[in-house]
C-alpha cells in the first residue's frame, strides 16, 4: 500500500488556501524522487485535490436557495458532491477506482504514521542487534547452545553462520523500508473540516482566517460565475463561514493561519511545520545510521525551529 501523508488547507474565502496549495504541490512536484531531507523516505508522487471542483452545476436541483436574494447558497455542504469528491481521493490513495466506504476505512489508506513507527521499530531491532554481536554476548534460544564441550567449536560455526545469515535479512529488510516513497496528498477548500472523513484523515490541517472588512474587500475584487449577486457576502458568504468554522475551531491539531500575512512567510511557516512533522517521526537512536537533519537550511529556506527542542508554535499569530 503506498504512504501518503495528507495534508488538508481550509479556511475562509479569499483567505490564501489555494495559493498556499499550489505553493506546496509545485514545490514537492518539483523534487519528485529526491529524498525527504536526511531521512529514509523519498518523495514519491504529489496530487492536489481542490474542493470548488466539486461544486454541483447551477442547474442541479440539489442546490438550497437564499429567499431573500432569490440567489443558489453555494456556501452549504449540500451544494457540494462530496460523495464523489471523497471517491475520487480514495481513487488517489489506493490507485484503482473504490466505491464510497465508511470514514474509518478511508483513514487507514493513508498510513503514514504506521509506515514512520514501523521503520523507527525496524532500526531499534538492528541497533539493539549489531551492539549484541559485536560485543560477543549475542544470546540465541536456549536449545541452540551446544550441550557438550566437544561440540562447542561446532556450534560456534553454526551461530556465525545464523549470525551472517540474520544481518543479511536485516540489511535486506532496511533496503526495503528506504526503497518506500512517501506521497504528498493536498486537500483544499473551504468546508474540508466539516466533512468527518476528511478531518479525520489529514495528517496536518491548517485554516486561514481573515477580519470581516478584509474579506469582504478581497471577495468583492473577484469574478464568480455565477456572479454574486448585491448582499450575498453579508447574508451568505460570513454568516456561513463563522458557522462551519465553529464546528472544529476547538480542534487542537488544526494550525490557524492569518491570511493577511504575505504568502511567502506562510508558505515558510508551513513547510517548517512540515519538517518538524518528520522530524518527529524519523528520529531513531544510535548508533543506526539514519538520523533527522540539523537545524540549518533545508529545501532553501531557513529552519528557524521552536524555542526549545519540545515546543513548536501551533499558529501563525493572529495579530501580525
Same mark, same amino acid.
Given at each position: 500500500?503506498?504512504? =501518503? /501523508?495528507?495534508?488538508?488547507?481550509?479556511g475562509v474565502t479569499c483567505g490564501g488556501k489555494t495559493t498556499l496549495a499550489h505553493s506546496l504541490h509545485d514545490y514537492f512536484k518539483g523534487l519528485s524522487g529526491a529524498p525527504l531531507w536526511n531521512s529514509p523516505y523519498t518523495i514519491g508522487e504529489v496530487r492536489l485535490i481542490s474542493q470548488d471542483d466539486y461544486f454541483l452545476p447551477v442547474e442541479d436541483k440539489?442546490?438550497?436557495?437564499?429567499?431573500? /436574494?432569490?440567489?443558489?447558497?453555494f456556501e452549504l455542504i449540500t451544494s457540494l458532491d462530496m460523495a464523489k469528491m471523497l471517491n475520487d481521493i480514495a481513487h488517489i490513495i489506493k490507485g484503482h477506482h473504490v466505491a464510497p466506504e465508511p470514514p474509518e476505512q478511508l483513514v487507514t489508506?493513508?498510513?503514514?504514521?504506521?509506515?514512520?513507527?514501523?521503520?523507527?521499530?525496524?532500526?531499534?531491532?538492528?541497533?539493539?542487534?549489531?551492539?549484541?554481536?559485536?560485543?560477543?554476548?549475542?544470546q540465541y534460544p536456549p536449545q541452540q547452545h551446544p550441550r557438550h564441550h566437544h561440540h562447542h567449536q561446532q556450534h560456534q560455526h553454526q551461530q556465525q553462520i545464523q549470525q551472517q545469515q540474520h544481518i543479511m535479512r536485516i540489511n535486506a529488510q532496511i533496503a526495503q523500508l528506504r526503497d518506500k516513497k512517501v506521497n504528498f496528498l493536498l486537500v483544499e477548500g473551504f468546508m474540508i473540516f466539516n466533512q468527518p472523513e476528511l *478531518?479525520? *484523515?489529514?495528517? /496536518?490541517?491548517?485554516?486561514?482566517h481573515l477580519p470581516y472588512e478584509k474579506c469582504f474587500e478581497r471577495r468583492s475584487k473577484r469574478?464568480?460565475?455565477?456572479?454574486?449577486?448585491?448582499?450575498?457576502?453579508?447574508?451568505?458568504? =460570513?454568516?456561513?463561514?463563522?458557522?462551519?468554522?465553529?464546528e472544529y475551531r476547538d480542534c487542537k491539531d488544526i494550525t490557524f493561519l492569518n491570511g493577511e500575512i504575505a504568502k511567502e512567510k506562510i508558505f515558510k511557516f508551513v513547510l517548517q511545520r512540515i519538517v518538524h512533522y518528520f522530524e518527529e517521526r524519523c528520529e531513531v537512536p544510535a548508533?543506526?545510521?539514519?538520523?533527522?537533519?540539523?537545524?540549518?537550511?533545508?529545501?532553501?529556506? *531557513?529552519?528557524?525551529g521552536p524555542s526549545n527542542n519540545n515546543v513548536m508554535p501551533t499558529a501563525c499569530p493572529m495579530e501580525q
Open positions: 500500500m503506498p504512504q =501518503w /501523508l495528507v495534508i488538508g488547507i481550509s440539489r442546490h438550497q436557495r437564499n429567499e431573500a /436574494l432569490n440567489a443558489i447558497n489508506y493513508a498510513n503514514f504514521e504506521h509506515y514512520a513507527l514501523q521503520f523507527q521499530q525496524q532500526y531499534q531491532y538492528n541497533a539493539n542487534y549489531y551492539k549484541q554481536a559485536n560485543s560477543g554476548v549475542y *478531518l479525520a *484523515l489529514c495528517n /496536518l490541517k491548517y485554516h486561514f469574478t464568480y460565475d455565477p456572479p454574486d449577486v448585491t448582499g450575498y457576502f453579508e447574508l451568505c458568504v =460570513w454568516p456561513h463561514y463563522e458557522r462551519n468554522f465553529s548508533p543506526a545510521p539514519v538520523v533527522c537533519p540539523p537545524q540549518q537550511k533545508r529545501f532553501g529556506m *531557513l529552519y528557524m
